[in-house]
């Protein structure tokens, strides 16, 4: 059974730095055909991708985000991250990591990506930026 578990949210000013982590157990996320995500939902949004990281460590990120955050992953340790520089108010949100067996979701269509095929999802973890 896949099990995600997110940490590392909080409350900083904008311009701060963040990292969130995602333990993983129950997959092997250096497979090649495994996908990580990261998805925020923000309070009366729909959730979006931020980023995404495949088995072979290619990452991509949603255009809002370039430039700012970083995903990484340590297979060693089984954990996914998200480093989050330069933030924003509009960063504020629920952030959640998420899995996928197929490694076709690792790709963005219409800078989205496909959360329908994101099978496994972390709890999420909250993360405020204040102005």
């Known amino acids: 059974q896949v099990q995600l578990v997110e940490s590392g949210g909080g409350s900083v000013q904008t311009g701060g730095s963040l990292a969130l982590s995602c333990a993983a157990s129950?997959?092997?996320?250096?497979?090649?055909?495994?996908?990580l995500a990261w998805f925020r939902q923000a309070p009366g949004k729909e959730r979006e991708g931020v980023a995404a990281?495949?088995?072979?460590?290619?990452?991509g990120y949603e255009d809002s985000v370039k430039g700012r955050f970083t995903v990484s992953k340590d297979n060693a340790n089984n954990t996914l991250y998200l480093q989050m520089s330069s933030l924003r108010p509009e960063d504020t949100a629920m952030y959640y990591c998420a899995a996928s067996l197929r490694r076709a979701d690792c790709r963005w269509y219409a800078r989205q990506l496909n959360q329908a095929g994101f099978n496994y999802w972390g709890q999420g973890t909250q993360v405020t930026v204040s102005s």
């Open positions: 990281i495949g088995g072979d460590g290619v990452t």
């Open positions: 129950g997959v092997i996320i250096s497979t090649y055909s495994v996908c």
